[in-house]
């Protein structure tokens, strides 16, 4: 294959329809930002919905606000604003809590749904957080109860068994960007008795989900991601229809009662996906997810989709020609198909490297114990920031420039 020039990626950016969503978020000049699969970059727009939440709506208004600007129904308004981009229709999806909080409340109810089976399978590879909250779960209910068994990915659909209730898995690997066929995994988990439980945060934004056409049961997301909607925003979560007046969740707070301002002594659950909302909405960081989805209701998820796999494409063509030698090796699906939105290079000195990365303004990240991981969002990216982020990498590790002593201290966050 000859070797891919810089025009030819000019070029490529000459034909981008998606190009113009650039303008639409706040980036510094010369930074190139391959993190938004972590913490997605501010929507311009947010900026001022933001002040008028907090001058107009908090500030003016004051308590009013949640009838005049509709603030009680910012979960349910905002569900019906993801549920077009994961694939759900109407009265399935809410917007709420953490995506740790929202995987205890559907695995709760999940267990109580399929009773006499106690096993959540997940894989040990799973985000920690997911892995975690089986595990409180399990202490609390005890051994009989519930217990958290983990196989490796490949081996999830053959471990299901009678034991099985349900099977947790997060849809695009955190670390690898490797995706499972979901539609696949769900009518085997379904067909041995389980339920299934996917994790979309780093699907949600980054590529199509059909939930309701792979017949789904649960699902959970996070929005701070690819979504955009700013550090620590809402999660969401996603219940069949057929499931949401079966069981109740645990964590029974007054946003989940059928009518919350009788203020009625005893719970009495909402017959909606409504029951599965807690407590009172972080409204300043809905206002800010709401602004982003906006955003988001105007893009072409099968051309997000079709950019995201050329970027990656590239990225991996240019590492493996221009820092061939190196030692960098791929730790993500060659395939587009089988990959999310991100891509990572395993590499001994992979913590320094990417230090090294950002000192030069390209901002990917790393995960233990050698992977660094960038992760390529469409609507900001160009094909010239992959070609610029793999010419500061070459430069980097011709001149040996990660060695230096700044670069090998390990910060909280990676
Ligand atoms: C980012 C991420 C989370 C984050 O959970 P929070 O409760 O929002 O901190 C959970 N699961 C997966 C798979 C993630 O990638």
């Known amino acids: 294959m000859p070797a891919i020039s810089r025009d030819d990626v000019q070029a490529m950016d000459r034909s981008d329809d998606l190009a113009g969503y650039r303008a639409k978020f706040e980036l510094a000049e010369g930074l190139i930002y391959l993190d938004g699969n972590s913490l997605g970059p501010l929507p311009i727009a947010t900026i001022a919905r933001l002040r008028q939440g907090v001058e107009v709506e908090w500030g003016q208004d004051l308590i009013t606000s949640w009838n005049k600007h509709g603030w009680m129904h910012l979960p ?78 490949d081996e999830i659909v053959d471990a299901i068994d009678e034991d099985t209730a349900i099977v947790m898995l997060t849809h695009v690997n955190f670390r690898s960007g490797r995706k499972h066929d979901m539609k696949a995994v769900t009518k085997v988990a379904q067909e041995k008795g389980a339920l299934m439980l996917w994790d979309l945060a780093h699907s949600a934004g980054a590529l199509p989900v059909e939930l309701d056409d792979c017949n789904v049961d649960l699902a959970v997301g996070c929005s701070y991601k690819y979504l955009n909607s700013g550090p620590g925003g809402p999660a969401f979560l996603y219940v069949a229809k057929r499931h949401q007046d079966q069981v109740v969740q645990p964590l029974s707070g007054w946003h989940g009662h059928a009518s919350p301002f009788e203020f009625d002594t005893k719970y009495e659950p909402s017959g909606t996906v409504d029951r599965y909302l807690c407590g009172t909405p972080s409204v300043l960081a809905m206002l800010a997810l709401e602004e982003s989805l906006d955003l988001w209701a105007t893009v072409d998820m099968a051309k997000v989709r079709e950019k995201s796999i050329k ?66 969002t469409p609507l900001y990216t160009s094909y010239m920031d992959v070609w610029d982020a793999v010419e500061r990498l070459r430069v980097i590790m011709e001149e040996g420039r990660h060695k230096a002593a700044e670069f090998q201290v390990r910060a909280a966050v990676t």
Do not use: W
């Not at 409180?136 to 983990?150: I, N, S, T, V």
């Not at 198909?337 to 490297?353: L, M, N, P, T």
């Open 76 to 153: 349910q308004r905002l569900g019906e604003k993801i549920a077009p981009l994961i694939g759900a229709a109407p009265g399935q999806v809410v917007a709420c809590d953490s995506t740790s909080v929202n995987l205890f409340k559907l695995l709760a109810a999940g267990l109580k749904m399929r009773p006499g089976r106690r096993v959540i399978l997940s894989d040990p590879g799973n985000f920690p957080t997911d892995l975690y909250m089986v595990q409180g779960l399990a202490e609390m209910l005890g051994p009989d109860k519930c217990e958290l068994r983990l196989v490796n990915e």
């Open 311 to 376: 970027l990656c494409d590239l990225f991996i063509s240019l590492v493996e020609e221009r820092c061939a030698g190196h030692g960098f090796e791929l730790a993500s699906p060659r395939n587009g198909d089988e990959r999310g939105s991100q891509v990572s290079f395993a590499h001994d000195e992979g913590y320094a490297i990417m230090q090294s990365l950002i000192a030069d303004k390209v901002i990917g990240d790393f995960r233990a114990p050698n992977l660094i991981r960038f992760g390529f």
